[in-house]
């Protein structure tokens, strides 16, 4: 990976076999970056997207191989129990133009992927919810 | 819903049951928000898609019900006829991963939905075209 | 097309028979905007989408044609070997709100397209890479 900082934005390219969500982790941790927003395009040869079910408070998920672009990924970043964390969704793309999208748990990068993060200049809480059975947004 | 105001980024929590377009445009009046566009990430248990036909100027629109992601929602927001007044495109994803899009005429959140939204300094139009059957962005 | 812009934002209307990546790249030239990042929604009635495998460095692609909504697009651009360079993906959904995505390679404009578009104070490099094949960012 390699990125360039501007004002509060990072322009980030992460490279073949990299993964998105944990280099994005180690990213984050190295600029001390406490909270932000991306967009990114790009696309991978390995995702493992989940969906979320409130009824029994669990993921499944679906791991897809092979080409894809990546079409749409949006996420944002905040500090969470004294660590990095990061809430992305993703929408990937098959040969067929057709498209899969959920939760991101973990890509890999195919030929590269090219992320707009803006870093925001405070902090965004999240609390675990008994209710909801997951970290949301406290202000 | 719950907000935190950063500069000029609006970080938004929505919380299960509540409607995503009408609780935005509650929140738009409160907070005297003239302009400005955003995107997210989160879940439904309810959306109303909408498809626009220009031929004979009406959309269409599909009702899905059931625990889907949103895996992309983007949009943006202005004072249309003295009123707040959104225009948003949602991407859903359901358990297979499949995702369905559209024009989002309204939602009712699942487990939770993030919402960054960045004011703008200024304002945009919009005017009605006879032509085309919508408002458009008009400066 | 008409924009109007706010700060380091371009507001863009983009209209029915234009062409999405053409008509930026005039708006881009024109404007000596040499960097930037940017975010869609609207309707086309033409898109070609494409994909890359990496295996024989080609793209493939398909055309659409028909009524379909933009449902995201996504984009950046930059000043690339002395000219305006815009990478988008782009995902749109038909009438039974069914999506395709890919990358953008040109769409024509339906009803409307409005685009924010947001200007970065400084420069994006590419670089072609000969183990990939294309394009990539380069700081």
Chains 1, 2, 3 share one sequence.
């Not at 793309?93 to 925001?120: N, Q, R, W």
């Amino acid at each position: 990976m390699e990125f360039k900082k501007i004002k509060n934005k990072y322009l980030i390219r992460l490279d073949k076999d990299e993964k998105i969500i944990g280099t994005l982790l180690n990213f984050l941790k190295n600029n001390k970056i406490k909270a932000g927003f991306f967009l990114g395009l790009g696309a991978i040869h390995e995702v493992e997207l989940a969906h979320y079910a409130l009824e029994n408070k669990k993921y499944s998920s679906k791991s897809l191989k092979g080409a894809f672009e990546i079409v749409s990924l949006l996420g944002n970043s905040c500090i969470f129990d004294g660590k990095e964390y990061i809430h992305a969704h993703i929408i990937v793309g098959d040969s067929e133009m057709k498209t899969y999208g959920g939760h991101l748990k973990e890509a890999v990068v195919g030929p590269t992927c090219e992320i707009i993060f803006e870093e925001i200049d405070g902090e965004i809480g999240r609390e675990y919810s008994e209710e909801i059975g997951l970290n949301l947004f406290k202000f």
